[in-house]
Nanobody
Framework: QVQLVESGGGLVHAGGPLRLSCIAAGRTFSNYRMGWFRQAPGKERELGSGTRRSGSNTFYTYGDFVKGRFTISRDNAKKTVYLQMNSLKPEDTAVYYC?????????????????WGKGTQVTVSS
C-alpha cells in the first residue's frame, strides 16, 4: 500500500509558476513509477507528467499539452515527487493528482495506476 498526499496547489496568475509536491507513505518508494495527472470539470483525467525507471535508465513522459512547461522530479530519500509548472495558462486550471504504480509499465493511462492522492486544486487566472 502507498498513501499519497499532494500539496502546493493554489491560485496563480497566467504566466506564473507553481510547484506541486506529493509525499508518499509506504515502503520501496523508489521502485514505483510516479505520475502527475489532472482533471478539469467535465473532462477526462489526463497525464501531465510521469517518471519511471527501467534498469539503470530513467524515463520521463509528458502530456501533449505540456509543451516544455512542466518538469517532474523525485527525491527518493524524501519519498517525494514534484511537478514544477511554468508559464501557466487558464486552461491549466484543474485538480492535479499524484499517482503511483508498482508495475513499471510504460502505459500512462489513468486506469493503469494503482494508487492515487486526493488531489490539489490549481486555478490559473487570466
Amino acid at each position: 500500500q502507498v498513501q499519497l498526499v499532494e500539496s502546493g496547489g493554489g491560485l496563480v496568475h497566467a504566466g506564473g509558476p507553481l510547484r506541486l509536491s506529493c509525499i508518499a507513505a509506504g515502503r520501496t518508494f523508489s521502485n514505483y513509477r510516479m505520475g502527475w495527472f489532472r482533471q478539469a470539470p467535465g473532462k477526462e483525467r489526463e497525464l501531465g507528467s510521469g517518471t519511471r525507471r527501467s534498469g539503470s535508465n530513467t524515463f520521463y513522459t509528458y502530456g501533449d499539452f505540456v509543451k516544455g512547461r512542466f518538469t517532474i522530479s523525485r527525491d527518493n530519500a524524501k519519498k517525494t515527487v514534484y511537478l514544477q509548472m511554468n508559464s501557466l495558462k487558464p486552461e491549466d486550471t484543474a485538480v492535479y493528482y499524484c499517482a503511483a504504480d508498482s508495475a513499471g509499465s510504460s502505459d500512462w493511462s489513468s486506469y493503469a495506476m494503482d494508487y492515487w492522492g486526493k488531489g490539489t486544486q490549481v486555478t490559473v487566472s487570466s
